[in-house]
């Protein structure tokens, strides 16, 4: 295989699909920033007024800030997988995808714009989420670095799923099935809105099974310094999960299966 006249790495068509995706997500903000901000919000204040102080207090704080993160890193994975997912999805069914296929853009560098827009999500997201929490509930970060870590990691492990499911799928019906049978338990079911010590045995086992749950985990750690397992436990196990999910896609768009007529 020949050198490319650009170069080992062509980072202008990289930083050019980047910023497309960057921009298509930042064009319609009251949907893909606003409208997750305002359900976090609602998550919250459901739950405050519903449960308040009755609930008692989670690993040594209060059940809301307990909450908080793990709602925070629910959000964030859904965004990322939306945005990804939406992206090819779209190019899918209006028959554009050739247009990305085309550029002379490497497998990796593919992979690695559309991820970029996922990330990007998931931190605007993330930061608006926090900011908000800070000012209603007085909500610190114990470990910044932590939550910037799991916050990227799990936009890139989402994002990763967002484009295999797309690449899957080929109508929308499909990609809602793929959302609502897979992705939402993932994260519902991963210690959002319960500690996984009171589970039974059994419940316990499925959830460490679960790689959302070492997201939810590691971002609640970062967040109110305490967690159902440690961040370094975590952190090997996502990025074995990540790593096995990027690669699939880079697999898949070097053979173009299901992306080439």
């Given at each position: ?133 800070a000012v ?44 609502n049978f ?80």
């Amino acid at each position: 295989m020949g050198v490319r006249r650009f170069g080992s790495v062509n980072w202008l068509g990289l930083r050019t699909l980047a910023r497309r995706e960057t921009q298509r997500f930042l064009a319609v903000w009251s949907q893909t920033l606003m409208a997750p901000l305002i359900t976090a919000g609602l998550f919250l204040a459901i739950f405050s007024l519903a449960i308040g102080t009755r609930r008692g207090d989670v690993m040594g704080v209060p059940f809301v800030q307990f909450i908080a993160p793990g709602i925070l890193m629910m959000t964030v994975i859904q965004n990322a997988f939306a945005n990804t997912s939406s992206a090819i999805m779209i190019a899918k069914v209006q028959g554009n995808i050739v247009d990305t296929l085309m550029p002379p853009l490497s497998p990796a560098e593919l992979v690695a714009g559309y991820l970029s827009g996922s990330v990007s999500r998931g931190i605007f997201v993330a930061s608006a989420i926090l900011l908000v929490a800070a000012v209603f509930l007085g909500q610190g970060i114990a470990h910044p670095l932590w939550v910037l870590v799991y916050v990227v990691l799990g936009s890139v492990f989402l994002g990763s799923l967002g484009i295999v499911a797309a690449i899957l799928a080929n109508k929308f019906d499909q990609m809602a099935a793929i959302t609502n049978f897979v992705i939402t338990p993932l994260s519902f079911l991963s210690g959002t809105f319960y500690s996984v010590e009171g589970l039974p045995r059994a419940m316990q086992i499925i959830t460490h099974v679960n790689p959302v749950f070492y997201l939810i985990d590691g971002v609640r750690y970062g967040v109110i310094g305490t967690s159902d397992s440690s961040p370094w436990i975590g952190l090997p196990i996502v990025l074995v999960f990540t790593g096995g999910a990027v690669a699939l896609c880079l697999r898949w768009f070097r053979t173009g299966f299901r992306l080439k007529a």
